[in-house]
């Protein structure tokens, strides 16, 4: 079938209207009319080529709400009619010991992600600002009611991007956890951050979004180039920034046996002194995303606490627009596309 869609043509060119194919959907298939697609700063590196080539033209878009359509014959988890989110990940081998362990984003075969990848018909994958999207049914997360599918689309990346690592490292009671960045992902994390109880702290580069973080659920707010009093102060640092940081600034604020995980992905590499480690049994993680248990299950927390993304809902021929602010940081906090604004004609 035919959905309208915005892709890029080409690196570092503007996305356009256009008209993208989708596969017929087969027995384990789920059609979703998509409602909502939020804009990662992972799209934007993605379309311009900072992590590599990428097949164009390509459709971003992995932050995905919407509705269900249709299902194959062999749907037993979701039919017509059902509140469905869809995130970073549309396949995996299911075989290898990671995905078994319900880690798909760390399928040792590789991931399908949502686009730019290739799926199982051989056909290259493209994602959520689009009109339509079939998806395998256990790659399908339920909304839980509860949840705006607008304010609910960014946890499908974000959201989930910052959980992980939150409850991978024990955050709670007692945690006196670091948020670097008020972002797309720091705001969630110092909002899920506080849910979980820990006492927040929030690290920026100016003073201009404090209230915010206040009003997110922050206990404390520290402007980064004046941290030296806080040296040794925190059990957990979540690095959310897009771009590069200073490691050994920031381990050093790191207590004994405390760990500094970075989610931020920059296109320019980390680097740092091995004695930032070494001098207090610190450690350095990384997190990617969930998988998908684990992001049914934030999406339920989030329901729960109701936690949802600071969103503001644009059209579909203000994307590149949107990029534009992402890049200079000039939104609170997360675009998100109505899917209902595309061109029906892709022009």
Known sequence: MHVPAYAAPAPGEPLAPTLIER??????????????????????????GDWGPRPYPLVPGHEITGVVTATGSGVT??????????????????TCADCRAGNEQYCRSGMVGTYGAIGRDGAVTQ???????????????????????????????AGIT??????????????????VGLGGLGHLAV??????????????RSYKKQEDAVRLGADH??????????????????NTAGSAVDLDAYLSLVAVD??????????????????????ARRSLAGSLIGGIA????????????????DVEIIAADRINEAYERVLSADVRYRFVVDTATLPVEGS
């Open 294 to 309: 684990e992001t049914r299950e934030m999406l339920e927390f989030c329901a729960t606490h109701r936690i949802g993304a």
């Open 191 to 204: 909002r899920i951050g506080h849910a979980l109880g820990a006492e927040v702290t929030v690290l920026s």
């Open 258 to 279: 405390g760990t500094l995980v970075n989610v931020g992905a920059p296109a320019a590499p980390l680097t740092l002194n091995a004695f930032s480690l070494i001098d």
């Open 77 to 94: 988890r979701h039919r017509a009619g059902d509140r469905v989110g869809v995130g970073c990940i549309v396949d995996s081998c299911r």
């Open 127 to 157: 994602g959520g600002y689009a009109g339509h999207i079939v998806v395998d049914e256990d790659f399908v997360l339920p909304l839980p009611d509860g949840l705006d599918p607008a304010t609910a689309a960014p946890l499908l990346c």
């Open 23 to 48: 596969r017929d959907p087969g027995p384990h298939d789920v059609l979703i009319a998509i409602g909502y697609a939020g804009i990662c700063h992972s799209d934007i590196h993605t379309v311009r």
């Open 162 to 179: 910052t959980y992980s690592p939150l409850r991978r490292w024990n955050a709670g009671p007692g945690t006196r956890l670091a948020v």
């Open 221 to 238: 707010y520290h402007v980064i180039d004046s941290v030296e009093r806080l040296a040794g102060r925190f059990d957990l640092i979540l």
